[in-house]
């Protein structure tokens, strides 16, 4: 039974800082794409970042490009978001998706498993 567990969300005022965690269990993480999507109240849920088995290719939503970096450590089984100079439009609810392909897409159809979710909100 696959399980992604999310951590880290939290409250944090515009221009901080946080930084995500996807723990991994049931699958081959070392050969699984894994990326995070988000979804603010009443907005569809939309790509943020996505790396590949091997961290040799990396992703970005035009959104948060230069602010966030998504990175891996194929030996604990995890992926981290690390979010930088947050912004109110951040706000959202953070999933971790796992794919059972090594490359990674955009869409969210490529992923296979979810997890439930940790949200992040940004205060102005």
């Known amino acids: 039974q696959v399980q992604l567990v999310e951590s880290g969300g939290g409250l944090v005022q515009a221009g901080g800082s946080l930084r995500l965690s996807c723990a991994a269990s049931g699958l081959t993480f070392s050969r699984s794409a894994m990326a995070w999507f988000r979804q603010a109240p009443g907005k569809e849920r939309e790509f943020v970042a996505r790396?590949?088995?091997?961290?040799?290719?990396?992703y970005y939503a035009d959104a948060v490009k230069g602010r966030f970096t998504i990175a891996r450590d194929n030996a604990k089984n995890t992926v981290y978001l690390q979010m930088n100079s947050l912004k109110p439009e951040d706000t959202a609810a953070y999933y971790c998706a796992a794919s059972r392909r090594p490359f990674g897409s955009s869409a969210s159809q490529w992923y296979d498993y979810w997890g439930q979710g940790t949200q992040v909100t940004v205060s102005s």
């Open positions: 790396v590949d088995w091997s961290s040799s290719t990396r």
